[in-house]
């Protein structure tokens, strides 16, 4: 065993925390936060370089105890489901920076450590192989959220921010007895993968379930406990919006794919049709609200609701097309919402208006800024060549053969995601150019084009040459899927 | 007794010898000393402690049963005698400014303060009902003196009178208890009780003795029903015996509950039904009252009956882990209760009281480091992870669902969820509004000690509670 990489992945922000303390000029903690965001991105490809996709065995291991007494330690590790996400974390804590460049103004060391500390708890979540571990990751994570949306956000932000944060906490405090309850009838160990092998009777196995999915709901969020959703993206600056879409509601889709699934399979199988119901109503239903919005932030946060809910049918399809197909559109849920409220954010910061009737033909003010919103716009609407093709293609062929009825009604989500799509980008970047006139908006400079570009690389990349990704899921994947129809499969 | 017995007995009780000794010498020193040589009162106030500390690390080998089996010096009071200490010595190191800003400046002070540790030292070794009271009745005179203590101030008298009227009671109701007990058993001892009883269907009469003394105790904690003293108390009391009430006496208050309740003739007796429903209502009636307080100290007074509840949560669990759990519990409440209460002490400077929940507006803008420490402090008694009450609150759960409670476990989490509603209330003021004034902070390098102390406790034991954790399991009896 060589290099801790996954600790250096994980404490690398944080580190890089400790050292804005003592930073004394904005400039200089701008620069560091940047820094110590493209290291971190630069580990977690060198990571992925080394990650063998042939297993779906943990990866890059380390184990240290910690509270001997529960048998608690400190344990890291990735495998195929985790990898993307720990990618995906490292990229978006970059944009988050580069987005944040100006538009956060006061108190800017504050809000970047907050910014890394939130990074590196996401971080630790993604890479924890011992459940109490992953508790406190997952719950610490409250903090520097709950200060990055109340204290930079907009004008509602303190109540968004309580919102956010008794919703959270709410769901993960019965997650909290969820585990104990495990942890006393799973052997008295916190470990992931022993917790995993165990064979609890079906009682506990439904009551667990429960109990762990108020919180997964609450993160990813499903209707009904989606409304503290579009509250929290509406007052969160960019940067915190970006992080909500693009990793925090991962968290729950992950839950159930770490947690869920494995641990409980005949709760997940029994339970099945219900949770395809619950993600073909939040597609709907999160499509019929944005296709109402005319604030910009609003529609994003909404459709990121109906998107969601294709993960969760893709996950509760409990076949390989559906669960592959999920883990990917989480991953390119990330990168395109994140990316469109990265775009609504720039727009913001130079107009301060987020209503879409105050916009039109931003297309001759800003050309660069309406051919990428334009890509993404398409990525979004899941337009074969990009990357959302991939991973909703595979999530609808998933459904259809778990539930008819609920494939069909994904279906309508999707035409639901058009309508919206296309009409927010009609009136926003062609319209009559007068509307947006006023402001003088000047077009995106090469500090947004990177932060953008970025992003960019992927849409593509995974809508035309998908099969890297895919493989790096698809060993966990196929496990995943033997322990929940309980087969065996090799390593 | 025999004189090898009584210099047994001396030895077990070596460290409340101290303590006691040290207080009266302290009050006749206490005499002479001069204006502007207070601090002299301080250091030999901690220079006491620390002594009776020392005497109580060197007992701590062995169990030594005391004064012919009504005081005991075990691991068990070790523990507790050092959350007194911690209490004690931190109330010290915040009194002196705060002292000098209230014009408290008298020895009797500090000499009270010490006494009420002797009485708590008491409690937390006695193993018979009248080395209870003792210990019990010591520590609730000194602190109603203590609570009156502002003299010049009406809301202080209102509680200190309120708070002996209601004292005053409660040890009668437990006195009440206590001759019952001794009426139909023969005996005050808790052991000989437990004796007295086993085999035979357990009488009518002794039940209601030990309803009687449970109430007695239950007062003293603060828990439901007899709560009513706690805001009035803790909001007229001067800010450092606050500080101090909310952490010493309330531990001490548990050490006897952990002796009583445990005790095979509680255990035998359904009791647990009883202090099942006591924590859920005071947790459920300090969570909810909380969330109306505009009063710093009154929400704080409320926040402890919430953890008063969940404490209790750990005395129905029962069990060697569930007295751990107790016990560690307290241990981590008293650093960030006291972190807290150092903070709220050091708010009241000029014309500031620092007892507003407004006082504290924009707190993070003119004073980072303060607001981010007072941020650890809230989000550690809301119990967020990496601190340390998520541990505390961890091991309680744990010890409940370990006995098939889980049912008590989901209503304690619930109610904690509500809890934290106050605290993130706080940390809302202190980040996302706006400064109405400038206020300078009574910040001593004593005052600066404490809070760093209790900061490095709070994270210290979230971060790393093994070593903690295996104290308190060691600690705990019947494992």
Known sequence: MGLPLLSLIVFTPAAGAAVLMFLRSDAAVRWVALGVTVLDLALCIAMLAGFDTTTHAMQFTETRQWVPAFGINYALGIDGISALFVFLTALLGSTCVLASWVAIDRKVKEFMVSLLAMEALMLGVFCALDLFLFYVFWEAMLIPMYLIIGVWGGDGRVYAAFKFFLYTLAGSVLFLVGIIVLYFNGGETFDILALTAQDLPFGVQSWLFFAFLVAFAVKVPMVPVHTWLPHAHVQAPTAGSIILAGVLLKMGAYGFLRFSLPMLPDASVYFSTLMLSLSALAIVYGGLLALAQDDLKKLVAYSSISHMGFVTMGLFALNLRGLEGGILQMFNHGVTTGALFLFVGLIYERTHTRSIADYGGMMKAAPVYTAFLALFILSSMALPGTNSFVGELLVLSGGFSANLAVGAAAVLGALLGAAYLLGMYGKVALGPASVSARFKIRDVNAREIAAILSLTVFVLWVGLYPKPFLNIIDASAKHLLAQVHGEESGP | ?479
């Open chain 2, 1 to 479: 007794m025999t004189a090898a017995a009584l210099l047994q007995s001396v030895l077990a009780s070596l460290p409340e010898i101290v303590v006691v000794t040290g207080a009266c010498t302290l009050l006749i020193l206490g005499q002479f000393v001069q204006k502007r040589q207070e601090h002299f009162l301080v250091w030999a106030s901690v220079a006491i402690v620390l002594i009776a500390a020392l005497a109580t690390l060197m007992l701590a080998g062995e169990v030594r049963p005391a004064y012919t089996g009504m005081f005991v010096a075990d691991r068990f009071a070790v523990f507790f005698k050092f959350v007194f200490y911690l209490a004690t010595v931190l109330t010290f190191l915040l009194s002196r400014k705060y002292a000098d800003i209230e014009g408290i400046g008298s020895s009797e002070y500090y000499v009270l303060l010490l006494f009420a540790l002797s009485g708590m030292m008491i409690m937390a070794s006695a193993t018979d009902l009248m080395s209870i009271y003792v210990g019990l009745e010591l520590v609730v005179l000194c602190t109603y003196v203590l609570t009156g203590f502002l003299r010049r101030e009406r809301r202080s008298n209102e509680a200190a009178l309120k708070y002996v009227i209601l004292g005053a009671v409660s040890t009668g109701i437990f006195l009440y208890g206590v001759s019952l007990v001794y009426g139909l058993t023969g005996t005050t001892q808790l052991d000989a009780m437990a004796a007295a009883v086993t085999g035979g269907p357990l009488d009518p009469g002794l039940l209601l003795a030990v309803v009687f003394i449970v109430a007695g105790l239950v007062f003293k904690v603060g828990a439901v029903p007899f709560h009513m003293w706690v805001p009035d108390v803790y909001e007229g009391a001067p800010t450092t015996i606050t500080a101090f009430m909310s952490v010493g006496p309330k531990a001490a208050g548990f050490a006897v509950i952990l002796r009583v309740f445990l005790n095979p003739l509680v255990a035998a007796s359904d009791v647990w039904i009883i202090v099942a429903v006591i924590a859920v209502v005071t947790m459920a009636l300090g969570s909810f009252v909380a969330l109306v307080q505009d009063n710093f100290k009154r929400l704080l007074a409320y926040s402890s009956i919430a953890h008063a509840g969940f404490a209790i949560f750990g005395v129905v669990a029962g069990g060697a882990d569930g007295i751990a759990s107790v016990m560690l519990y307290l241990l981590i409440y008293s650093f960030m209760n006291l972190g807290i209460f150092g903070i709220v002490t050091m708010m009241r400077n000029g014309d500031f009281s620092g007892e507003v929940i407004e006082d504290y507006a924009g707190l993070a803008k003119q004073h980072p480091g303060l607001a981010l420490l007072m941020l650890l402090y809230l989000f550690s008694l809301a119990g967020i992870p990496p601190t340390a009450g998520f541990f505390a609150k961890f091991y309680v759960l744990a010890a409940l669902v370990e006995r098939g409670f889980v049912m008590l476990a989901v209503i304690a989490v619930l109610l904690s969820a509500v809890a934290a509603y106050f605290y993130i209330r706080i940390v809302m003021v202190i980040y996302m509004r706006e400064p109405e004034r400038t206020f300078d902070p009574a910040l001593t390098p004593l005052v600066r000690a404490t809070l760093a102390f209790t900061a490095a406790g709070t994270i210290g034991i979230g971060l790393f509670p093994s070593w903690f954790l295996r104290l308190a399991q060691h600690s705990a009896f019947g494992g």
